[in-house]
Nanobody, 121 residues
């Protein structure tokens, strides 16, 4: 079994900061990319940021310069530092991890349950 668990969401005023964490655990051989998506009420889930095992990073245009993704490979953990938060960043943030459970098997993307981020104006 594999678990992906997020933490760190909450309520913050516009201009404030939050740091999200996500840890993958269980039967894991290796993890390729890890990342974050978000889903605001009435909207589709959208990618926010991702980081590969080699350190390649991608950000959505809407968060560039404000959000920073980082990763601790040894701990199977990914972080999202969110600064200069805006009300439009309000959403449920989901972590995902592209995990290889054993050699010879395909990788699979696992998702966390999500953590709520609310930014008040």
């Amino acid at each position: 079994q594999v678990q992906v668990v997020e933490s760190g969401g909450g309520l913050v005023q516009a201009g404030g900061s939050l740091r999200l964490s996500c840890a993958a655990s269980g039967s894991i051989f290796s993890i390729n990319a890890m990342g974050w998506h978000r889903q605001a009420p009435g909207k589709q889930r959208e990618p926010v940021a991702s980081i590969t095992s080699g350190g390649r990073i991608n950000y959505a245009n809407s968060v560039k310069g404000r959000f920073t993704i980082s990763r601790d490979i040894a701990k199977n953990t990914v972080y999202l530092q969110m600064d200069s938060l805006k009300p439009e960043d309000t959403a449920v943030y989901y972590c995902n991890a592209d995990i290889l459970r054993a050699i010879g098997f395909p990788t699979r993307v696992y998702w966390g349950q999500g953590t709520q981020v609310t930014v008040s104006s």
